[in-house]
């Protein structure tokens, strides 16, 4: 009988080891991507290997599209859900409107962006929703200018309907960084050449800030051909300003943001929650156009000022 | 509500996306409810097509395979000068004339050997702007671009046929136009003062159909040399349209008309009296240039120009007239190809053809157009041997229908010793090939069927001339005055030198004698010596500038004609000094030194130049335009001889005012 006894409990035990086995592991991570282009594969491609690293199993971390997020939140299958991150605008806004109840974390995606969605949306920045920016903050490219032009004084910037709003920030960074800021703001198609002119007279270094109303592929090439005539140097934004022509670009890399996003997430599975305020992009690339550059007499290595930068905010 | 945010480029995405966003809005209206911001990650990480490609960067200074002099818009405005040969005057190694006796106003790069530019190559925005008319020349084409403009000249000091093929055998003068894009608006200048001197000139950017344009009307009026039948008026309309095709490509469309009215002539010279001529000149230009990344360039162009010379007088002592009109036009259509291999190597290829056609009985005795082709095929490599050194190397094949073939090769050596200190060496060999009137001019005089007299008849046996050059040069780059120092010690060696020699045709050829002039390769010599320009900004707001040059003519046989000797300065200077001032003052003057020089073939002219010029001007702001009052004068230090023996360039002052929205 004991031994009847003991064959059962054994039988029961494996049935339920085995019906534990068989139930699919619980989706702790759900990453929605606003596209599917390399960019985006590769920031969730990193932010994966983080989690991974850290002991998640591939099944507890799911990458959706914003439309498969919004199917799931209809059909009640996210409640189990403990972390949204959203890759770029698109998957952010979807994930506002899916009326999730877990925390947001919003990657991929510049300041101005978000600050209109959460207005849009009329949510704000808390624990269970937050972001880490794209863009690099305005101090962190004023000290790139310094380390890498130390001879300029007065940098021209254009701004747009998307940074007119960072006016006010530039001018106060800059001051402390010693340096006149000469701005234009371009209203329309019209009024690019004249505020090029404006903003290229005297100064020693062009600016480039975010805003495809100033900066997109029809505009480009009159800004970068007016800049190098004036013999300015342009600092912009992203690597594919370095090929176009712009002297020094600041960005973080997709394989850089994934990582960081993965670490958030996990101290805010760790904590409970997410940063009360969206955070700064902690790594980042400085790329050098060595033919640009020859040509307007500088010298400049890119992993040499991203080192620097790195010493100066004391990062890692 | 709707958002301005929404209107962005990215709205652009097709029915598709304009399906999914109805289907969202009948799906999902609390994400219509919201705003789409405009800027978006696809901000960083969207592609962008190369701007500053390979054939965009220009060399630097201390790596050009040669001596170069950049002139740019701001010293133009400064100077004073009213027209581009006024402006190369300040170039080390020129000489310029304000004469219009022979076509328009001479510029020469060492040494002014006949009243005609034809051993310079001068290009606008790449064309070449050579004047088939008579013994060929540059002077109309430096006359078809108002300076206003102009962006920058850059003055290429030594033979570069290797890059701009023949003609450009002393050296090139590459006018860059502005791009439409930076002279939108309206603007207007004119200059008013003595000498009749009455410039005006108005000038209209725009854009339109993706394409900014712009068009400038102009002229440039005055009554010349004092002693010569003066009256000079220069009138240009000239035309240009950028249109981005795409990112990575862009059409450039060109054209433009110029007129001529000069007063030449003498009233006690019976064969060249007193008469007014017209010249006549127009074009267009089609370049099509695309990047293939940022290490591959190539560019197509077209361009078509046409003159015409009205210049006709009777002769007082016989019932001929003296005519020398005539019409001309040449077609250009090129290949180039620029490639980046890796950062230590570059290279560019290409290939040209061109027709010159000229048309006039009275210099060739035939009412047929006499047509000569070119084709030119060229490469330039450029080849970091090391860090510090510097290598390019290149050739020009051309092969003429009137002249046959030559190959013109360079190759100059940049090493950079130290940090802002470059020593250049190197050698080239350049050709001119003799003009259509050297090869085939034949004019004479006839009444009634009689043949009076022959004065010009060219047998044809000339062939190109040529020059070999070798330079050393020197370019300091150095803090102190926060200064340039360029130096260039050449030794240009000439042969087979194209001028004319009489001859006696046979007793009884025509009513008088006739002892007609032909073109044979004469003279070999060689014009030795350096020039250093110096060019510096030593505080702010002032640039100051000095130019020091000796040269001279050696031969190892007895010249034909001596007046060579004395055709290049032994000694020039120039000292120019431009300074802004409070208030929007700004004040320059220049001062230019030539030693005694003669005007081969004039047979008048000799005689050294010492003129200063100076400027003061005001720049005004009022409301968002933008204005400028000057006063200036010319040769402020006296009259100075110019051409002849008896033309005097007068002092002069005019004022000078320009506004701009």
Redesign the interface.
């Given at each position: 009988m004991r031994q009847f006894l003991r064959y059962l409990l054994t039988c029961c035990g494996l049935s339920l080891a085995v019906v534990a086995l068989a139930q699919p592991t619980p989706r702790q991570v759900v990453v929605v991507s606003?596209a599917s282009?390399p960019?985006y594969q590769e920031v969730s491609k990193s932010l994966f290997n983080a989690l991974q690293r850290s002991g998640f199993s591939s099944g507890a971390v799911v990458l959706l599209s914003s439309d498969e997020l919004?199917r799931q939140a209809k059909a009640g299958q996210l409640d189990s859900v403990r972390i949204f991150v959203g890759?770029?605008?698109?998957a952010t806004?979807?994930l506002?409107?899916a009326?999730v109840t877990a925390p947001v974390l919003s990657t991929?995606?510049?300041r101005?962006?978000f600050e209109?969605?959460l207005?849009?949306?009329g949510r704000k920045t808390s624990g269970l929703l937050s972001a880490i920016y794209?863009?690099q903050p305005l101090r962190r490219q004023l000290a790139l200018v310094r380390l890498a032009l130390p001879q300029a004084r007065q940098v021209g910037v254009l701004l747009g309907?998307?940074?007119v709003g960072k006016l006010s920030e530039l001018r106060t960074q800059a001051q402390g960084a010693a340096l006149r800021v000469q701005t234009a703001e371009v209203v329309s198609?019209?009024a690019l050449?004249?505020a090029l002119?404006e903003v290229l007279d005297g100064s020693d270094v062009f600016l480039a800030l975010?805003?495809?109303?100033v900066?997109?592929?029809?505009s480009?090439?009159?800004i970068?051909?007016?800049s190098?005539?004036a013999r300015v140097p342009m600092v912009a934004?992203?690597p594919?300003?370095a090929?176009?022509?712009a002297s020094l670009v600041l960005?973080s890399s997709?394989a850089q943001v994934g990582k960081q996003a993965g670490l958030v997430v996990i101290a805010a599975l760790r904590n409970g929650h997410l940063p009360e305020q969206p955070i700064e992009p902690d790594d980042f690339v400085v790329d050098v156009?060595?033919?640009?550059t020859?040509?307007l007499?500088l010298t400049l290595d890119g992993a040499e000022l991203r080192q620097a930068l790195r010493r100066l905010e004391r990062l890692p | 509500m709707k958002s301005?945010?929404n209107a962005?480029?990215?709205d652009s995405t097709g029915h598709r996306a304009g399906a999914v966003a109805f289907g969202l809005v009948l799906?999902?209206p609390?994400?219509t409810?919201?705003?789409?911001?405009?800027?978006?990650?696809r901000?960083?990480?969207?592609?962008?097509?190369?701007?500053?490609?390979?054939s965009?960067?220009?060399q630097?200074l201390d790596e050009t395979p040669g001596a170069m002099t950049i002139i740019d818009r701001e010293f133009i405005r400064q100077s004073g000068a009213r027209d581009v040969v006024d402006v190369l005057r300040l170039v080390p190694g020129f000489q310029t004339s304000t004469s219009f006796e022979s076509d328009a106003p001479q510029a020469n790069y060492h040494g002014s050997f006949s009243v005609y530019s034809a051993r310079i190559q001068v290009l606008i925005d790449g064309r070449s702007v050579y004047s088939t008319y008579l013994f060929g020349s540059v002077a109309p084409g430096l006359m078809s671009v108002a300076l206003d403009d102009i962006?920058r000249i850059e003055v290429f000091r030594g033979s570069n046929s290797a890059a701009y093929g023949a003609r450009a055998m002393l050296g090139v003068v590459n006018i860059v136009t502005r791009?439409p894009?930076?002279s939108?608006?309206v603007r207007a200048g004119l200059n008013r003062g003595e000498n009749g001197i009455a410039d005006t000139q108005l000038s209209l950017g725009w854009?339109a159909l993706g394409a900014?344009m712009r068009l400038s009307v102009d002229q440039r009026a005055d009554d010349g040399l004092t002693g010569s039948n003066g009256h000079n008026r220069v009138q240009r309309a000239n035309f240009r349209a950028d249109v981005?095709v795409l990112?990575d490509t862009?059409l450039e469309f060109r054209g433009g008309w110029m007129g001529i009215d000069a007063g030449r002539g003498f009233a006690t010279n019976v064969n060249a009296p007193l008469r007014d001529t017209v010249y006549g000149s127009s074009f267009v230009q089609f370049d099509w240039k695309k990047s293939i990344g940022?290490n591959h360039d190539y560019a197509v162009g077209f361009a078509h120009m046409q003159e015409s010379f009205v210049d006709v007088a009777p002769f007082a002592l016989a019932p001929v007239v003296l005519d020398y009109s005539g019409v001309a036009s040449n077609d250009s259509l090129k290949f180039e190809s620029v490639h980046?291999l890796d950062?230590d190597l570059r290279y560019v290829w290409g290939a040209e053809w061109r027709r010159e056609s000229v048309t006039s009985q009275p210099l060739y005795n035939t009412g047929s157009a006499i047509v000569t082709d070119f084709t030119r095929l060229f490469t330039n490599v450029e080849w970091r041997l090391a860090k510090d050194v510097l290598l390019n190397v290149g050739g020009m094949a051309e092969r003429s229908s009137a002249s046959g073939s030559t190959f013109a090769p360079r190759m100059m050596l940049n090493w950079q010793a130290a940090a802002g200190h470059t020593l250049r060496a190197g050698v080239a060999k350049a050709f001119r090939p003799p003009s259509v009137f050297e090869k085939q001019g034949d004019i004479r005089y006839s009444v009634a069927n009689q043949l009076l007299q022959i004065t010009t008849l060219a047998r044809g046996q000339v062939e190109s001339e040529s020059v070999l050059t070798r330079e050393l040069g020197y370019l300091a780059d150095v803090p102190w005055l926060n200064s340039q120092l360029d130096v260039r010690i050449f030794d240009e060696a000439i042969a087979g030198f194209i001028q004319n020699k009489k001859y006696a045709l046979p007793a009884g050829t025509s009513v008088f004698a006739s002892n007609p002039r032909d073109y044979v390769n004469g003279d070999s010599f060689s014009i030795r010596g350096f020039e250093a320009q110096w060019q510096s900004q030593p505080w702010q707001g002032a640039r100051l500038g000095l130019n020091v040059e000796r040269s001279r003519v050696v031969h190892a046989i007895p010249l034909f004609d001596p007046d060579l000797l004395t055709a290049v300065p032994t000694s020039a200077h120039t000292v120019s000094l431009q300074q802004q001032l409070p208030a929007g003052w700004q004040m320059s003057v220049s001062h230019r030194y030539l030693d005694t020089v003669a005007l081969p073939s004039t047979s008048s002219y000799r005689g050294s130049l010492s003129r200063t010029d100076l400027r003061l001007a005001k720049l005004l702001r009022w409301r968002g335009y933008k204005a400028e009052i000057a006063m200036v004068v010319q040769s402020a230090d006296g009259a100075v001889l110019d051409y002849r023996d008896t033309f005097v360039y007068p002092r002069r002052a005019f004022f000078t005012l320009r506004l701009q929205d």
């Open positions: 606003s282009s960019a919004m890759l770029g605008v698109r806004q979807s506002l409107s009326g991929l995606i510049p101005r962006s209109q969605l207005q849009s949306s794209l863009d309907l998307d940074s198609d019209q050449f004249p002119r975010a805003d495809p109303r900066f997109n592929s029809a480009i090439q009159n970068l051909l007016s190098f005539k934004f992203s594919a300003y090929r176009a022509g960005y997709p156009n060595p033919n640009v020859r040509a007499g | 301005p945010l962005t480029r990215r799906l999902c609390a994400v409810a919201q705003v789409t911001p405009a800027v978006s990650e901000d960083y990480f969207a592609d962008m097509p190369v701007v500053l490609s390979v965009r960067l220009p630097r962006e791009r894009a930076e939108l608006g854009q900014t981005a990112p862009q940022s980046r950062s």
